[in-house]
Nanobody, 125 residues
Framework: QVQLVESGGGLVQAGGSLRLSCVVS????????MGWYRQAPGKQRELVAT???????TYTDSVKDRFIVSRDNAKYTAYLQMNSLKPEDTAVYYC???????????????????WGQGTQVTVSS
């Protein structure tokens, strides 16, 4: 139906940068809000940043002024630019998309949430 594929994770030294991408594909009638979440070992998954289809963004306090979320609606892709990375940013990062599913008549079948498989970000001190 709908697939999300994240990429761009890796190992980086503290103070470095990474750019994550999340490509959405499948039976998309409309791609609505998107969000980036992360889950560190032994911790609950937490919201990092969100972006609406109009480009309105929100951030959790710990990443404000360091991370930038953006999207390219034509490419069904969201990005997370992560700067000044800290060891505490180490986690698996997940992308979530709110998608209106395309039905067989060309209309919307309803809005559903979809998750990507996650990409590991490791920041060394």
């Amino acid at each position: 139906q709908v697939q999300l594929v994240e990429s761009g994770g890796g190992l980086v030294q503290a103070g470095g940068s990474l750019r994550l991408s999340c490509v959405v594909s499948g039976r998309i009638y409309s791609l609505n809000g998107m969000g980036w979440y992360r889950q560190a070992p032994g911790k609950q998954r937490e919201l990092v940043a969100t972006i609406t289809s109009d480009g309105i963004t929100t951030y959790t306090d710990s990443v404000k002024d360091r991370f930038i979320v953006s999207r390219d609606n034509a490419k069904y892709t969201a990005y997370l630019q992560m700067n000044s990375l800290k060891p505490e940013d180490t986690a698996v990062y997940y992308c979530k998309a709110d998608v209106d599913l395309l039905d067989m008549m060309g209309g919307s079948q309803g809005e559903y949430d979809y998750w990507g498989q996650g990409t590991q970000v490791t920041v060394s001190s």
